[in-house]
């Protein structure tokens, strides 16, 4: 399977922001959607964000209003931008293609770590 290059992850303080980014060559091409999820410890996976191949948005409840995904087809990257942290936020972010066909072979990966404490 193929693993997207996350990178972005980093500490911040509550109400901080960060910008992660995806890279999965072939996504553009193959015409797959993207998303990210994450993943605490003790806890299991929770999906965050989703973007069509046509760029349709979807977000979790507790993403909405703070959290914005956007694609950069050129780069075959993905891009989440997340405001207004909270240490709830704390987590391992990952991301992976979806589709069909070769949009299935990517798998979330190592990810990226996000730590939101004071």
């Known amino acids: 399977q193929v693993q997207p290059v996350v990178s972005g992850g980093g500490s911040v303080q509550p109400g901080g922001s960060l910008t992660l980014s995806c890279t999965a060559p072939?996504?553009?091409?193959?015409?797959?959607?993207m998303e990210w999820s994450r993943q605490a410890p003790g806890k299991q996976r929770e999906w965050v964000s989703s973007?069509?191949?046509?760029?349709?948005?979807l977000y979790a409840d507790s993403a909405k209003d703070r959290f914005t995904i956007s694609k950069d087809k050129g780069k075959d990257t993905v891009t989440l931008q997340m405001n207004s942290l909270k240490p709830e936020d704390t987590a391992m972010y990952s991301c992976k293609s979806y589709g069909e066909g070769w949009c299935l072979s990517t798998s979330w990966g190592q990810g990226t770590q996000v730590t939101v404490s004071s």
């Open positions: 072939g996504f553009t091409s193959n015409r797959c959607g």
């Open positions: 973007i069509t191949d046509f760029g349709s948005k």
